[in-house]
C-alpha cells in the first residue's frame, strides 16, 4: 500500500534560538487547544549551548526503557556537539520529553489531526526556515500501516482525552 511520509528537515545554521516552535507546540497540544503555553511541553526542544553558539531544534521521538550508554561527541563547522544533542528519545533518568505534570513521555506526532494541516505548527511559526516540512509517497509494509494507525489514534487521545476515545469506539460499535 501507498504512504504520504511527512519529514521535517532541519536546518541547524539558520537557527537563533528563538523557542517560537517550543510555545506554539506546546499551545497546539494543550487541552482545551492554545488554552496555556508551557514550552517544557513541547514536543521540540531547542538545545542551546550559548558559548558555543549552538542552537539545535530537536523533535521528541519513541520512549525507549533503556536507559542511555551513548557518550559520543559530534565537531560539525568547529562546533562541539555533545553525546545528548540529537537524541530524540525519553528515558526514565532523562527529563527531556516527558510531561513535566505528568511525567509521561511526549511525543511528536506531526500534528495530525482530521482535517489535515497544509503543515505542521512548529514550521509554520518558525520565521527563519529553519524546519522544512516535506512529504513523499512511499510503498509500505502493513506493519507501517498500523504504526499509521497508532500515531491517529494517539493524536486523538491527545486532544480528546482516552475515556472520550473509548466512548466513540463503544458508539461506533453499537453503530455497526
Ligand atoms: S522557531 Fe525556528 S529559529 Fe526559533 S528556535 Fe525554533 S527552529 Fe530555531
Ligand atoms: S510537528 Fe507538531 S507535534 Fe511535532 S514538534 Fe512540530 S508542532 Fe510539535
Not at 526503557?65 to 533518568?93: H, L
Not at 505542521?120 to 510503498?139: D, G, T
Amino acid at each position: 500500500m501507498k504512504k504520504t511520509i511527512k519529514t521535517i528537515k532541519v536546518d541547524a545554521d539558520k537557527c537563533n534560538g528563538c523557542r517560537a516552535c517550543e510555545v506554539i507546540c506546546s499551545a497546539y497540544h494543550a487541552e482545551p487547544r492554545y488554552s496555556s503555553v508551557n514550552p517544557a511541553k513541547s514536543r521540540i526542544q531547542v538545545i542551546t549551548h550559548r558559548l558555543q553558539d549552538i542552537w539545535l531544534p530537536v523533535f521528541a521521538g519513541e520512549y525507549t526503557p533503556a536507559e542511555c550508554m551513548g557518550r559520543d561527541k559530534y565537531i560539525i563547522d568547529g562546533k562541539e556537539y555533545d553525546e545528548c544533542s540529537f537524541c530524540r528519545a525519553a528515558f526514565p533518568s532523562r527529563g527531556m520529553f516527558k510531561d513535566p505534570d505528568s511525567g509521561l513521555p511526549l511525543k511528536c506526532d506531526m500534528c495530525e489531526t482530521d482535517p489535515p494541516l497544509s503543515q505542521p505548527k512548529c514550521v509554520e511559526a518558525c520565521l527563519n526556515n529553519v524546519l522544512i516540512y516535506q512529504e513523499r509517497e512511499e510503498e509500505v509494509e502493513e506493519e507501517v500501516a498500523q504504526d499509521e494507525i497508532q500515531t491517529g489514534l494517539e493524536a486523538l487521545v491527545d486532544k480528546h482525552g482516552f475515556q472520550k476515545v473509548i466512548d466513540a469506539f463503544a458508539l461506533m460499535a453499537n453503530r455497526s
